[in-house]
């Protein structure tokens, strides 16, 4: 079939990547000026994701469709990660809930409500101090711990740009540069030009309005260098008043998040954010005291108004959008459900 995409964000590159190597012939539209413009100040949200894969703890604000699809893409990413050819960070080590001693009601409520949520095979597991210290030595502050065994993470940057080599090496011709402003049926219009496909589909994420009701939320997350300070898998603190989590990556690299604002403001990170979020993280892991900041960033979770994610298929078209913080989590499964109703 010749399929059309509109958006190369996570979910575009994805789709891309999977129905080029199914022998589709793909074209894919989106303004970015290339496909690692992730200085853009629009970039795809997929570059900003901290890449937890995260389904028990995430059923904090998800229903149990999130939680299903994203068992599934846990199952579904090792075999698409092999298949790029190039090396993308991903684990599966499980991560960790912490909690300070004076915020133990939030946090009770948090587990309370997984414990409510998740099947029996997939419940926190409360930890001892031996124990946490054990398998994150570096936590120092929280004097309660949760593991999540099944939680994994995967290094955002690096599959974004693999996922865009890889549906190149297999055959999708990427028009860069190339806005799309209407997607319909077995048709698009980018930059006043109609294109005919057997089939499109519109991943435009923030940019798919006004045929879906689409929002931004902003997120600002840090780039901490910290290096001699182990870390081994996404630690998020339940914490009273934010949201904060750190995620390791390759290179010393410690990934703290994320704000979570109703706004569609990309401007960059505020001083508000810069105290809770680093403050909160040196208050886990004390020894980021002497990390640097060698990076900060602004994004927009593209969000529907039940903030779930919503596949609308037709025939000649897929919508696909929503999928607010979780696109990292549940995008091979849902990539896997379009191609099979393709098929
Ligand atoms: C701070 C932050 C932290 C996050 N952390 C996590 C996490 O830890 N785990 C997780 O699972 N998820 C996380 N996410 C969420 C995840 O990044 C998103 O859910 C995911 O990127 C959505 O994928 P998408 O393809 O729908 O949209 P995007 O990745 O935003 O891609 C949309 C694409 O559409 C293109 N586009 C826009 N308008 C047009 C147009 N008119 N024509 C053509 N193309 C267009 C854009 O240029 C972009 O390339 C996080 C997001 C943020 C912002």
Not at 70 to 90: F, H, K, N
Not at 108 to 130: E, F, G, N, S, Y
Not at 292 to 303: D, F, K
């Amino acid at each position: 079939m010749r399929i059309g995409i509109a958006g190369a964000g996570l979910l575009g590159r994805l789709l891309a990547f999977q129905l080029a190597r199914a022998g589709h012939a793909v074209e894919v539209f989106d303004p970015a000026p290339h496909a690692e413009a992730r200085a853009d100040a629009t970039k795809a949200a997929g570059w900003t994701a901290a890449g937890m894969l995260s389904p028990v703890a995430e059923l904090e604000c998800a229903d149990a469709n999130v939680f299903a699809l994203g068992l599934r893409s846990l199952e579904l990413w090792p075999a698409i990660v092999q298949s790029l050819g190039v090396p993308v960070e991903l684990k599966r080590d499980g991560s960790v809930l912490l909690a300070h001693r004076g915020d133990e009601g939030a946090a009770r409520r948090v587990i309370d409500l997984l414990t409510a949520k998740a099947p029996a095979a997939h419940l926190p597991q409360a930890l001892a101090p031996a124990a946490l210290r054990e398998i994150e030595p570096a936590v120092q502050g929280p004097a309660h711990a949760w593991l999540l065994p099944g939680e994994g993470r995967i290094h955002t940057v690096q599959a974004m740009a693999a996922l865009a080599w890889a549906a190149a090496a297999a055959g999708t011709r990427f028009h860069w540069s190339r806005s799309v402003e209407r997607v319909e049926a077995g048709v698009l219009w980018s930059d006043g030009e109609r294109r005919a496909f057997d089939h499109v589909f519109d991943v435009r994420g923030t940019g798919a309005r006004p045929e879906l009701p689409v929002r931004g939320v902003r997120g600002e997350v840090f780039w901490l260098h910290a290096p001699g300070v182990a870390m081994h898998r996404p630690l998020r603190l339940l914490h009273p008043r934010h949201r904060v989590y750190m995620v390791p990556r390759e290179g010393d690299i410690v990934v703290v998040g994320a704000s979570e604002i109703e706004s569609e403001d990309r401007s960059p990170v505020s001083l508000r954010t810069t105290v809770e979020l680093l403050a909160a993280a040196h208050s886990v892991v004390p020894e980021l005291a002497e990390a640097r900041i060698v990076h900060s960033e602004t994004n927009l979770r593209p969000a529907l108004p039940d903030n779930l994610p919503r596949v609308e298929m037709q025939p000649g078209l897929t919508r696909i959008n929503g999928l607010f913080r979780h696109g990292w989590l549940i995008a091979p499964a849902l990539v896997a459900d379009a191609m099979e109703a393709l098929a």
